[in-house]
């Protein structure tokens, strides 16, 4: 989820949606889901779904965020854990700077 908060990017007409896609696409990385996938298994197609070769699209919700998401039925409170704590090392290591991806699950 890419949150816009107060800006431009906020309020409910399209040239402010498309603001804010443009804003979360900067940080296109936080929207994989490899470790996620890796953790549970093939769960079911992102949502939604990008065309080859085209921008990475969203989900929109209310004024200020935008959204991709995987099924994930059935978690058990180890899976919902496990996914945290990798996406909160992953999100330190960036706001570190070593270059790892933000919010990728990857590690």
């Known amino acids: 989820m890419y949150l816009a ?13 498309a603001v804010r896609e443009g804003q979360a696409r900067a940080f296109g990385d936080c929207f994989r889901f490899d470790r996620a996938r890796d953790l549970l298994g093939d769960t079911g197609p992102e949502r939604p779904g990008v065309a080859p ?11 200020d965020f935008v959204y991709r998401s995987i099924p994930a039925p059935d ?6 854990v496990c996914l945290g704590v990798c996406r909160s090392k992953s999100h330190c290591r960036w706001w ?10 990857s590690g």
Do not use: W
């Not at 309020?11 to 949606?17: C, S, V």
């Not at 070769?53 to 004024?63: D, E, K």
């Open 5 to 17: 908060g107060a800006g431009p990017g906020h309020g409910k007409d399209e040239e402010r949606r």
């Open 96 to 105: 570190q700077g070593d270059g790892s991806s933000a919010g990728s699950m």
């Open 75 to 80: 978690l058990t409170i180890e899976q919902v």
């Open 53 to 63: 070769r085209q921008p990475l699209s969203f989900n929109g919700f209310a004024l």
